[in-house]
């Protein structure tokens, strides 16, 4: 058996030998070979396995590893940050120990169909929304059908910020004078909050007239339409049209304009005081103070279920 284990592992050395003088054919013959991003991640990660002593062995050096990892560095903070230069970039990277020319960042970027500033593009609509968050306002109109194949339009606002809802009406005929007075009666329960406010996003649906947008104008809100045929870019305004269904009225039966307007805003409330939200951390957008005792509150008799410490 002994005698047999000294044969394998004879073998394999054998078996080596042959793999690595293939491999030192081979490069005789593939001057630079041409490596994919799987590559490159592939080596870096067996680079750091493997002893410095054996590094030899590979077919890129621990420059060419260092050189792939400064470019990934300069392609990020690019795509990044819109507004910056090569010589920005080349700023930014000696702060983080990385000595390379300006140049060397433009062809990195060139190679990679990054423009340089300022020809790139501003900043995208998930970075506006993003930046803007805090002085934002959504809205939007979702519809709601009744036992007797009614249907019923709901327009609702909601403070991208805080993702608090406020559903401003509810109407079988949403017209322009009707949709218009709701702005007026928006602005008045907001109050002193409406100074923060300086965005409001919509889409371009005709029942947002003029006269409504004269509304916000007039309070000094930049009102901002959604591009066309683009209904994720008010993504905030639709995750909370798919949470009010999943959650209420896909599971009751509405018969009417009061009915509905009373479901919602018992559901309002839930999801404005008690509701979770991810983007919070977990809390809802007016969080309430905590006590000991956990009682169970029934939410429209039952459907929803409200948990709360006791005093």
């Known amino acids: 058996m002994l005698t047999q284990l000294a044969r394998d592992d004879g073998a394999k050395d054998v078996e080596l030998l042959v793999l690595r003088h293939q491999v030192a054919v081979l490069r005789r013959q593939v001057h630079r070979p041409k490596l994919e991003p799987a590559d490159r991640v592939v080596l870096a990660a067996l680079s750091r396995l493997l002893p410095r002593p054996r590094w030899p062995i590979f077919f890129v050096t621990p420059a060419t590893l260092l050189r792939w990892h400064r470019q990934l560095i300069v392609l990020r903070l690019a795509r990044e940050n819109l507004a910056w230069g090569h010589r920005r970039i080349q700023g930014e990277l000696v702060g983080l120990d990385h000595t390379i020319a300006a ?138 049209v798919g949470t009010v269904r999943r959650e209420c009225t896909d599971r009751m039966l509405i018969v009417g304009e009061r009915h509905l307007t009373a479901v919602l805003a018992n559901y309002t409330r839930h999801y404005n005081e008690h509701r979770p939200h991810r983007s919070l951390g977990q809390r809802p957008p007016e969080p309430r103070s905590a006590a000991a005792k956990v009682n169970r509150r029934p939410v429209l008799d039952g459907l929803i279920n409200e948990y709360a410490q006791a005093a």
């Open 103 to 240: 140049s060397t960042v433009w062809k990195i970027s060139h190679q990679a169909g990054v423009d340089p500033a300022p020809r790139r593009t501003g900043p995208t609509w998930q970075q506006f929304l993003t930046t803007q968050a805090h002085a934002m306002l959504a809205c939007d109109f979702f519809t709601v059908d009744t036992v007797f194949l009614k249907r019923v339009y709901v327009l609702f606002f909601l403070e991208v910020a805080t993702r608090r809802v406020h559903v401003a009406g509810v109407t079988a005929h949403p017209t322009g004078a009707w949709v218009a007075q709701q702005a007026r009666n928006l602005l008045m329960d907001l109050n002193e909050r409406a100074d923060s406010v300086r965005f409001l996003l919509r889409d371009r649906d005709a029942k947002f007239t003029a006269v409504f947008d004269t509304v916000f104008t007039a309070a000094g809100i930049d009102v901002i339409r959604t591009p066309p045929q683009a209904p994720r870019a008010n993504a905030f305004a639709e995750r909370w």
